[in-house]
């Protein structure tokens, strides 16, 4: 069974041959850690990276525009992007409509060039698709990350916009109906391009409580969602939602939505709250820990991390996906210890 097949088995409860799991390395990591070392590690754990072969390149991964220190970057939509670590995205530090003043001589940005944060080929992502198809792998589209909620947040700041959904600002319907067709012609590419999943990622949550209330996601946000999803699970794609922070609030809309495959915060959700909530009812892609257990805690106290959401969440029928960012700070001990468990339990209910 390849990668592709054992996915989506476990998105369809259908026996997967062993739980997915995905492991990432942000870019700024190649920074912070000797290259040497991160490549011995991922050569090292073949199911987490299939195929992997050292680079003989010396210089790291070059990060995308609106991540490197120093250079404040512009997206499509006219926000200002600025971070003070190179691979970290940022924050804006420009709104270009922090006045609704300047909403007159507004437009959004053309999704036939850009897909929000600059240029796009689309015939490119085309050859891309095509070349992973053929190759027996997952064709998966994306709207860009922070897609609606937070784009509108980016465009008024955050501030502005909680105000505008509480004062309801009239003004505000007609910004979100710019953003909404923006997506939906972004994703019209991708369906025309028959991906497989489509991803919506965009976080709701804080460490406590979401970023805006149940209430204003149900009247501004949770229909947009709808109206972005119906065609991409009409066209028979996965859909596929990330939200980082706490959503305990806000988890039923989004499942109403059409959500098939939540992608969510462990620790900060609760293992227990997850299982009892979610477990058997939508394809779980749990998002491993990286403010505690993984950045302060023993190689124990990490594998007892994994074995614990395994066998709480996971089922013989599938259902259950993990996935680790790897950012800078976290010891390289407990970096091996967590490949070792997330390769360990991959196979527990083979």
């Given at each position: ?9 476990a998105v369809r409860f259908e026996q ?39 680079s003989s390149a010396k210089t790291p ?114 910004l979100i109906d710019m953003v909404e ?170």
């Amino acid at each position: 069974m390849n990668r592709r097949e054992n996915i989506l088995r476990a998105v369809r409860f259908e026996q997967p041959e062993t739980i997915p799991m995905q492991f990432s390395v942000n870019s700024a990591c190649w920074e912070r850690y000797p290259r040497s070392a991160l490549e011995d590690l991922m050569e090292s754990h073949r199911l987490l990276f299939p195929g992997f072969k050292p680079s003989s390149a010396k210089t790291p991964p070059r990060p995308a525009p609106w991540r490197i220190a120093g250079r404040p970057y512009t997206d499509s939509w006219g926000c200002v992007w600025e971070t003070s670590q190179t691979g970290i995205t940022g924050a804006v530090t420009e709104h270009p409509l922090a006045s609704w003043d300047a909403f007159a001589d507004f437009a959004a940005p053309d999704p036939d060039a850009t897909d929000g944060w600059g240029p796009v080929d689309w015939e490119r992502i085309a050859q891309n698709l095509g070349r992973i198809r053929r190759g027996g792998g997952l064709t998966i589209g994306s709207l860009r990350h922070g897609h609606t909620f937070l784009t509108l947040t980016y465009l008024r700041g955050y501030e502005g916009l909680i105000l505008d959904m509480a004062d309801g600002e009239p003004r505000l319907r007609r910004l979100i109906d710019m953003v909404e067709e923006f997506n939906l012609q972004v994703m019209q590419h991708y369906i025309g391009l028959r991906v497989e999943v489509m991803a919506f990622p965009e976080d709701l949550g804080m460490q406590k409580g979401p970023m805006l209330s149940p209430r204003h996601f149900r009247e501004y946000i949770k229909p947009v969602y709808r109206n972005l999803m119906a065609p991409a699970r009409a066209s028979g794609c996965i859909i596929h939602m990330h939200s980082d922070g706490d959503i305990h609030e806000l988890v039923d809309d989004l499942l109403e939505g059409g959500v098939q495959v939540l992608n969510l915060q462990d620790l900060v959700n609760g293992i227990d709250w997850i299982r009892d909530r979610l477990a058997g009812r939508i394809c779980i892609d749990l998002d491993i820990d990286r403010q505690a257990v993984t950045r302060f805690g023993t190689p124990g106290r990490i594998d007892a991390l994994i074995r614990e959401e395994v066998v709480k969440l996971g089922s013989r029928k599938g259902g259950l996906m993990m996935r680790y960012g790897l950012y800078p700070g976290v010891p390289l001990e407990n970096v091996r210890a967590l490949m070792d468990a997330m390769e360990r339990y991959a196979g527990h209910y083979s």
